[in-house]
């Protein structure tokens, strides 16, 4: 073959290409050979990627590149060697490779991801501590496919026995390989050279510098060549001595072979030889195999559990709860999810649409805990009497049903909580909680929408009725103190002005009781104070009436109603425009504040007063013509004077004998001097 190979390259004239021609079977026998001739150091032959059928390249060259190898010999030492192997073996493992003792890797398993300590090491000079995995931690040991003269992968399994026999299980997997033949562990050897030679230019240079500048650039391409298909063949090796692929003859020390590759430090968990093409596969099924012993109950989920999935499923089981029957229509996008995560939980079952709630996990919390029942315990009886190992957002949807289910609401350290699906501590405790009725949490959803811009679920459980009167409290209590000033302030000044009553009054006493019945309530009947409030005029006007408490207050006590009190006593010709300006006063102490902002007509009103009280400017007589009232304004932006507007053709169509002389000048400053 190696002739016909010659013949090949020759005939490339220097530098030329051909595919196999010998077809069928024989096919894979010329190409396995021709890349173990590649990894040996037949650098010019390169092997293409294609699968099925891979480009041979043959490039005619005198460079040696033996004295290159030799120049690196000092870097083929066992240090570098088991270096290179952990990270041919941890990139065939697709793990993460970082500068650490132990190793975190993931797999994904029924719907979950699941970490695993990954450790490689010599397993017979580990100690206790490194071959024990802690609390529900799991660990994969990869050992050494070689070790120091004299000792054998029996010696790893001895160590094995005394763990057994002096420690109690583990959780620890151990992957033990067979020795590397003498000669896999020199192409071991050339490949940590080549490593070394190729790590970067300067490196090159230095093994190479008695090479000719052009000799370099054949001899670089060449190692590299080797490089690759040497890596090729040494990942084979391991594939072989770690028992996932029959290993290329001469590959592994046939003598002391061991008979069991899978080793398990827990007696309950005995790994089968994993089914794999690769590494990777073969790595995944014993990881897979060891979470079953772990985790018996654990349901199969056919799809991951993403906490936008778990937070839609918990919406719809709250949903069911609910529902005198537990049974309710689901929608098209959420029926899938309902299927894959809520049936396989046992929390109830998928119709085509309709979704019925089972009471499996509330009769399981029943029997399993008693007296006090907190987070924690709900938490452990889970896993009773087969361990689930359910991630912490699934335990949390189960015990956020039970909570609905059974009407019971949060409590930490004696105040109320409100958890959420991805927050739900083990020392909150359950505490059943009355329900208001239907109607009157409706009632009251209403409303806290309407009068406090509360958004509230309309789903009435301990949890949210909890939740919705804490919310109140909170609001109520500082706004108890402005909304009653507000209250005494205005019938004061109702009193003042001998105005009869109005909206504006109404709305605020209501305002207060409201207020104040929510202070002063319970817990658990500050829903029935908001829902059974009297409401004097509109939930809106109450809204704002509420909300703007302090602003309005302000504006009362910033008024300079003296100034009032003494127009009510004008007469002669500034009477009738007195008149007008105690109606537009009386207006806006009557109106909702929801129909007029009281501040700023406050504000207007006052300055109208000042400008009435100031003396009447000394004006010629004219024959037949009585002033009644002369203003003159000045700055006025298009409100203001839309508003001058407005009330003066109010006052005008009120007194049909007066009329209004009008003059005007439109402006704009330009910033000059």
Not at 117 to 132: A, D, P
Not at 332 to 359: D, H
Not at 462 to 487: I, M
Request: net charge negative; charged share 25%; with cysteine.
């Amino acid at each position: 073959m190696l002739k016909e190979l010659r013949a090949a390259q020759l005939a490339a004239l220097n530098h030329g290409t051909f595919r196999a021609p010998i077809p069928g079977r024989e096919t894979q026998m010329v190409l396995t050979r021709c890349r173990n001739w590649a990894a040996a150091g037949v650098g010019e032959i390169k092997i293409g990627d294609h699968p099925s059928n891979p480009t041979i390249m043959i490039q005619l060259t005198g460079v040696d590149t033996e004295t290159i190898l030799a120049n690196a010999q000092a870097v083929d030492n066992p240090g570098n060697r088991r270096r290179k192997i952990r990270e041919l073996l941890f990139e065939a493992l697709g793990i993460a490779d970082r500068d650490e003792m132990y190793l975190a890797h993931e797999i994904p398993w029924r719907g979950t991801e699941r970490s695993f300590q990954v450790l490689f090491g010599n397993v017979r000079e580990l100690t206790t501590e490194s071959l024990t995995a802690k609390g529900g931690q799991r660990k994969a040991i990869l050992d050494f496919p070689f070790d120091e003269p004299g000792h054998t992968p029996a010696d790893d399994i001895a160590r094995l026995g005394s763990f057994r026999e002096t420690e109690p299980p583990s959780r620890t997997l151990v992957w033990l390989p067979a020795f590397l033949s003498r000669e896999s562990q020199k192409d071991l050897g050339t490949l940590v050279k080549l490593a070394d030679i190729l790590k970067n230019d300067d490196t090159f240079h230095g093994y190479a510098a008695h090479l000719s500048a052009i000799d370099q650039v054949q001899a670089r391409e060449l190692l590299r060549n080797q490089r690759i298909q040497l890596r090729r063949r040494v990942v084979r090796y391991l594939e072989g001595a770690y028992g996932v692929d029959r290993p290329i003859p001469g590959s592994v020390d046939e003598t002391h072979r061991p008979e069991n590759h899978f080793q398990s430090l827990d007696p309950s968990f005995t790994p089968e030889p994993p089914v794999g093409v690769n590494l990777r596969q073969a790595f995944e099924h014993l990881l897979d195999q060891m979470l079953p012993s772990q985790y018996p109950a654990h349901p199969k989920f056919e799809v991951e559990l993403k906490p936008a999935a778990l937070r839609k499923v918990h919406a719809e089981v709250a949903r069911a709860v609910q529902s005198p029957d537990g049974r309710i229509i689901v929608e098209k996008p959420a029926r899938p999810l309902m299927r894959q995560i809520a049936v396989p939980l046992k929390l109830g079952e998928m119709g085509e649409e309709p979704f019925v709630l089972w009471e499996h996990w509330y009769d399981h919390f029943n029997r399993r805990v008693s007296g006090e029942i907190t987070v924690g315990k709900l938490r452990a009886a889970i896993d009773e009497p087969s361990p689930m190992g359910l991630p912490v957002r699934v335990q949390n949807l189960l015990i956020l049903y039970y909570a609905d289910k059974a009407n019971r609401s949060f409590v930490l350290h004696g105040g109320p909580a409100h958890p959420k699906l991805d927050d739900l501590r083990d020392e909150l405790e359950l505490r059943e909680r009355t329900l208001p009725s239907p109607e009157t949490w409706d009632e009251a959803v209403l409303r806290a929408g309407k009068i406090f811009g509360l958004g509230v679920s309309p789903l009435r459980n301990a949890s949210n009725s909890s939740e919705l009167a804490d919310k109140l409290a909170a609001l109520a209590a500082p706004k108890l103190e402005p909304c009653q000033r507000v209250l005494d302030r205005l019938a004061d000044l109702y009193a003042d002005f001998a105005i009869a009553g109005g909206a504006r009054l109404d709305t605020a006493g209501a305002v207060v009781a409201l207020v104040r019945g929510l202070v002063e309530a319970g817990d658990e009947h500050r829903i029935e104070a908001l829902a059974s409030a009297a409401v004097a005029t509109s939930f809106e006007a109450m809204g704002t009436s509420f909300k703007k408490a302090e602003d309005v207050g302000e504006a009362l006590d910033r008024t300079r109603w003296e100034l009032f009190q003494a127009i009510v006593e004008l007469t002669g010709e500034r009477e009738v425009a007195a008149r007008s300006l105690r109606a537009q006063l009386v207006e806006a102490l009557t109106f909702d504040e929801y129909a007029l902002a009281l501040g700023s007509r406050l504000a207007r009103l006052e300055g109208a007063a000042i400008r009435l009280l100031a003396p009447p400017p000394v004006v010629p007589e004219t024959p037949g013509i009585e002033v009644v009232e002369e203003e003159s304004h000045r700055e006025l932006g298009a409100e203001a004077a839309g508003a001058l507007l407005d009330e003066l053709r109010g006052r005008v169509a009120g007194t049909p004998d007066v009329k209004v002389d009008l003059s005007w000048k439109l402006y704009r400053e330009t910033g000059g001097k």
